[in-house]
């Protein structure tokens, strides 16, 4: 009896505290990515700035991956190469500014698979 009320204790704080986490933050900015041979194609071409998940959903027949690098800065998050008919995703915090998407397979890049993602 008592295990049992020790039990229910632990789940209602649980409850609690990840109903505190949801308040805190927004639900994130969504950006789907299609990759093709060779195309990248953005669900938004705008975003707001802040938390957001990023997905690259390869719908054509080779292995793709995404870079990702916002103008003026040299840093370049990613998502690592993802096989035809799968999805990756990267959840990031997006500062304002200017954001180039390409594929860095092979000369993907030069082909078209690339992409703008203005961040507001
Ligand atoms: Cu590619």
Redesign the pocket.
């Known amino acids: 009896m008592r295990l049992l009320a020790v039990a229910f204790g632990v789940l209602a704080l649980h409850g609690v505290a990840e109903a505190g986490v949801a308040e805190d933050s927004a639900a994130p900015a969504r950006v789907q990515v299609v990759?093709k041979?060779?195309s990248f194609g953005l669900s938004r071409l705008n975003v707001k700035a802040g938390p957001a998940v990023i997905e690259l959903a390869n719908f054509?027949q080779?292995?793709?991956?995404l870079r990702l690098q916002r103008a003026g800065s040299r840093h370049i998050a990613g998502i690592g190469v993802v096989a035809p008919g799968e999805r990756g995703e990267l959840s990031l915090k997006l500062a304002r500014g200017r954001y180039s998407l390409w594929?860095s397979?092979?000369n993907?890049r030069k082909l078209g698979?690339r992409a703008t993602l203005v961040v507001r």
């Not at 080779?62 to 991956?65: I, S």
Request: charged share 25%; proline share 8%; hydrophobic share 40%.
């Open positions: 990759a041979e060779f054509g080779d292995p793709h991956d594929c397979v092979a993907h698979m």
